[in-house]
Every structure is written in structure tokens, then in C-alpha cells.
Nanobody, 124 residues
């Protein structure tokens, strides 16, 4: 099993930046990838970004390309989501998730383990 704990959410003005962290513990050596998803009130959960646990391949939703960067520190078993040029429409609860399987990284059903989420609010 893998345990995930997110942190770093908060309130920020439009155009500002935040860095979210996802600390993983447990069977991290078996993970294939970690992804970030978000869910705004009244909306479905959507993919934000993902990173392979080995190597440096990353994936992004079109809505965040060029503004968000996903990275990882394997020594700390932590994945980061650097969010720049934030917009009010980025307001959501952000969740990190881990999968042991390769492929379909933008699909939430691919991920077995989920964190509790961290709230991001972007004011206009």
C-alpha cells in the first residue's frame, strides 16, 4: 500500500503562485506514477498533471500547460506541483494519487491510492 499526504494549498490572488506537495510512504518503490487531479465545487474531478516515478516523463492537461510544473524528489518520496499564473478557474480541491500501472495517466480510474486533498482558492 501507499499513503499520500498533500499540503501547500491556500488562498492566493490571481496571477500568484503556489507549490503543492504530495508526500508518499509505504510501497513507493512499486509505484509507476503519481498524478495530480482537482475537483471544483459542482464539477467532476479532472486530471492536472502526472509524473513517472522513474525517469522524467511528465504529462499535463491542456488547461495548465505552461503554467504548472510537476516534479519529484525521490529521496524525499515527494511530488510537487508548482502552480504559476494562477487563475480563479484553478480554484479546486487538489488531490494526488499513485498508481502501480503504466498508461492512461490522465484517467482517475488508473490510480489506486489517493490523498485527502488540499484546497486551493484563487481570488480575482
Amino acid at each position: 500500500q501507499v499513503q499520500l499526504v498533500e499540503s501547500g494549498g491556500g488562498l492566493v490572488q490571481a496571477g500568484g503562485s503556489l507549490r503543492l506537495s504530495c508526500a508518499a510512504s509505504g510501497r513507493t518503490f512499486s509505484m509507476d506514477a503519481v498524478g495530480w487531479f482537482r475537483q471544483a465545487p459542482g464539477k467532476e474531478r479532472e486530471f492536472v498533471a502526472a509524473i513517472r516515478w522513474s525517469g522524467s516523463i511528465t504529462y499535463y492537461a491542456d488547461s495548465v500547460k505552461g503554467r504548472f510544473t510537476i516534479s519529484r524528489d525521490n529521496a524525499k518520496n515527494t511530488v510537487y506541483l508548482h502552480m504559476n499564473s494562477l487563475k480563479p478557474e484553478d480554484t479546486a480541491d487538489y488531490y494526488c494519487a499513485a498508481t502501480y500501472y503504466s498508461g492512461s495517466y490522465s484517467k482517475d480510474y488508473q490510480y489506486r491510492y489517493w490523498g485527502q486533498g488540499t484546497q486551493v482558492t484563487v481570488s480575482s
